[in-house]
């Protein structure tokens, strides 16, 4: 991907900086690290291959919302450095060449969107490679992945039953072939922003964030929905659309680990809980594979 140099004055430099480190829970002290990882955004220099498998790319659009965390040109044009499939303007054996070009490099962080089709490898291909080929060309040159979406972390919606194309995310994807990689996984569907830029940068400047069993970062799941949930406390809901806690309603708060209720979607507009629609478990390892949405 070619990066376009945008003009970024001092104060919103520095802004982005203090967003992070907030974002990150670390002190005043971090910020000059994290100022150097956001300039090598800006500057062009990070090292980050973002490909695509079997997935809606919906973390890439939720990538997109960003603001104000990041100005959009920052992630239309640098994040991604050396190739997205989605925001690339490369395409055809250009594009081929530009991926085949960062593997032999090497020395970058992976970023995977969507699961792995191990079942029917053609179901998911890049140029004339099957995706599960290509993940194991781009793993070994790698320095660390991260597994952005419920799909990439753990198989989601195409791996619900009956699962025709054996579709797997990155952790089951490197057992299978053998490979050994350090890895979290961002799970969602999709995932917040604030949880795909903060890892990446935290990555680039502090290494491997602190991990949960499921390879999650603990700053973003370290607790259940339902224990962050502002509705945590007021009396059970008994319709859809009426007032207090929706537990008996089918939300899965009570088992799912993330930051939703606190960090909100949309510029902090609104999350599931709020908008009365329940949380559906996407961080879960087990979503889409246990039956419905919403658990009763």
């Avoid at 490909?51 to 809606?56: F, I, M, R, S, Y």
């Avoid at 919606?157 to 350090?182: C, D, E, M, W, Y």
């Avoid at 007032?243 to 008996?248: I, L, P, S, T």
């Avoid at 999350?271 to 419905?292: E, H, L, Q, V």
Wanted: charge should be positive.
């Amino acid at each position: 991907m070619t990066t376009i140099n945008q003009p970024v004055t001092r104060r919103a430099f520095l802004q982005t900086a203090g967003r992070l480190a907030a974002l990150l829970g670390l002190g005043a002290g971090a910020i000059p690290r994290i100022a150097s990882a956001v300039d090598e955004l800006y500057e062009g220099h990070a090292p980050v291959l973002w490909l695509q498998g079997a997935d809606c790319t919906g973390c890439s659009v939720s990538l997109l919302n960003s603001y104000p965390l990041m100005p959009v040109p920052l992630l239309t044009k640098h994040i991604s450095l050396k190739f997205h499939q989605t925001l690339s303007t490369t395409q055809g054996a250009q594009a081929a060449q530009v991926v085949n070009d960062t593997i032999a490099r090497g020395g970058y962080v992976l970023v995977v969107e969507g699961s792995i089709p191990l079942g029917i490898p053609e179901a998911c291909s890049f140029a004339d490679e099957n995706f599960a080929d290509l993940m194991a060309r781009a793993v070994p040159p790698a320095t660390a992945i991260v597994a952005v979406g419920a799909c990439a972390s753990f198989g989601g919606i195409p791996s619900a039953a009956p699962n025709p194309i054996g579709a797997v995310g990155v952790q089951a994807f490197l057992t299978q072939r053998g490979l050994s990689k350090p890895l979290v996984n961002v799970p969602g569907c999709p995932p917040h922003p604030d949880w795909m830029v903060g890892t990446i940068v935290h990555l680039l400047k502090f290494g491997l964030p602190e991990l949960d069993a499921n390879l999650r970062p603990k700053k973003f799941f370290g607790a259940t929905i339902h224990s962050r949930c502002p509705l945590f406390q007021t009396s059970q809901a008994g319709f859809p659309g009426d007032a207090g806690c929706m537990k008996n309603l089918g939300c899965r708060g009570q088992v799912t680990y993330g930051d939703c209720p606190m960090r909100r979607w949309n510029g902090r507009t609104n999350d599931c809980t709020a908008s009365r629609g329940a949380c559906i478990g996407c961080t879960s390892p087990n979503f889409a594979k246990d039956g419905a949405f919403f658990s009763v």
